[in-house]
């Protein structure tokens, strides 16, 4: 029998068994070996964000193709893959003008798990990975090198391609540029990295906890702390304090990129003149506006060519029965990603 991490209502969820129906045509099922514990599962968990419950959390995944549908020609049983929740649809106004980054509704499995009573769950990101087992569509299963280990190769699913990408494809980030990251949790190592990959003169790391503002120094950031006059922010935290202050260090013609999901409800002020005056960009990254077809395969490379450190994100690997003590560690700061490993 199946199991999955289920959130019934805002804020409770329980390992439960579930039901994983067979691929459709153009679907892959696929047995989960690694799923990362990331803030946007606990946003889902605490408020929904536009999900119906009961909602099977989990989209930070890698794993072993089982089983494919009758359409599928690129994948077969045995192929080692990530899952990825921005696989573009292809029909979407943003997708029909070349613009496939931009996507917002991404190819999603029509087949869906359900509860052992019959009752059909919605899936975190259309992916549902904190399980042993999902249903995707065919183009959100991304081949990857099995030399990866498993553990590292989940997270390029999400906080590797969400902070890199941020840099790389949102920001387009020129060399010799000077930045700062707020927030020095998994996606902001991998922004700190991406900066790194980028070219740029000065990264810093800007964390309440000093002393994960200080780790960065290992990802590639040159010093922790504010500075003033930076030509880029990129905020993962995404709160008004975080708004501001980044708003606050750039410099004339400056940018910020906001990559933290707010809290719903939230706002923040901005002083148009001095927007005016100044000249500043505001971008918002939505999960690195990465595309998983191509920059899955190129992130891995880097991982295992050493020009990214993935194996230094992984905190714990964990059972699927510790994922209430792993959502704690998260709020808590007492990690950068915990993994799930066994299932």
């Known amino acids: 029998m199946d199991r999955g991490a289920v959130a019934s209502m805002p804020g409770n969820f329980d390992v439960v068994p579930i039901e994983i129906p067979p691929p459709g045509a153009d679907e892959v099922v696929v047995r989960i070996e690694a799923c990362g514990v990331c803030h946007s599962d606990l946003h889902v968990l605490e408020t929904g964000w536009a999900h119906r419950f009961p909602v ?29 929740w921005r696989s573009p649809c292809g029909r979407c106004s943003a997708c029909r003008r070349g613009e496939p980054r931009r996507c917002r509704r991404p190819a999603t499995a029509e087949s869906r798990p359900s509860l052992t009573d019959g009752t059909e769950l919605s899936l975190m990101l259309g992916l549902g990975t904190l399980a042993t087992r999902a249903v995707v569509h065919q183009s959100a299963a991304i081949t990857y090198p099995p030399e990866l280990p498993p553990a590292e190769a989940c997270l390029i699913g999400c906080c590797v391609a969400t902070g890199t990408g941020s840099v790389l494809e949102t920001a387009h980030l020129a060399p010799e540029t000077r930045v700062a990251v707020i927030g020095c949790g998994a996606v902001g190592l991998s922004v700190v990295q991406g900066a790194r990959l980028a070219g740029a003169k000065e990264i810093y790391a800007v964390d309440l906890d000093e002393g994960r503002a200080g780790a960065a120094g290992h990802f590639g950031a040159t010093a922790s702390g504010w500075e003033e006059g930076l030509d880029a922010v990129f905020d993962v935290v995404g709160t008004p304090e975080t708004f501001a202050a980044g708003i606050a260090a750039l410099g004339s013609g400056g940018t910020y990129v906001l990559i933290g999901l707010p809290r719903p409800q939230t706002s923040a002020v901005v002083e148009l003149a001095g927007l005016f005056d100044r000249r500043l960009t505001l971008l918002v990254s939505h999960g690195g506006d990465h595309l998983p077809r191509e920059d899955f395969p190129r992130l891995a490379e880097k991982a295992l060519s050493g020009d990214l450190d993935l194996g230094g994100l992984v905190t714990k690997q964990v059972t699927l029965d510790d994922l209430d003590a792993a959502l704690s560690d998260m709020r808590t700061g007492r990690v950068v990603r915990s993994v799930v490993t066994s299932f």
């Open 56 to 84: 099977l959390l989990g989209h930070e995944a890698a794993g072993v193709v089982e089983e494919v549908g009758s359409s599928v020609e690129q994948l077969k049983t045995g192929d080692r893959v990530i899952l990825a």
